[in-house]
């Protein structure tokens, strides 16, 4: 299994974010299935949400929640 990594990242309504990878992928990923678990409880706040940005291998938001690349590439779908 290879491993690809965020390069840029755009958060969508309904929690989704718009993710490009390192292979030129566009995919999108759905944050609210992960919203149960108390890790990611606090990505409920709109602005939370809004402040993810691309860390060096992945995705992180403020207050230091973060997401496996692996995680967000292969339960995401193609964004075309």
């Known amino acids: 299994m290879e491993s690809y ?3 840029a990242v755009k958060p969508l ?5 718009l ?3 390192d ?3 566009e995919r999108i990923f759905d944050v609210a299935p992960y919203l149960r678990d108390s890790f ?4 409920k706040s709109p602005s939370i ?3 993810v940005k691309v860390s060096p291998i ?7 929640i973060d997401m496996c690349p692996d995680e967000l590439y292969y339960n995401s ?3 075309r």
């Open 58 to 64: 992945s995705l992180e938001w403020a207050g230091g």
């Open 5 to 7: 990594y965020p390069v």
């Open 40 to 43: 990611f409880a606090p990505l």
């Open 13 to 17: 309504k309904e929690y989704k974010l």
């Open 23 to 25: 292979n030129q992928e």
């Open 77 to 79: 779908v193609p964004a």
């Open 19 to 21: 993710i490009t990878f």
């Open 49 to 51: 949400f809004n402040s």
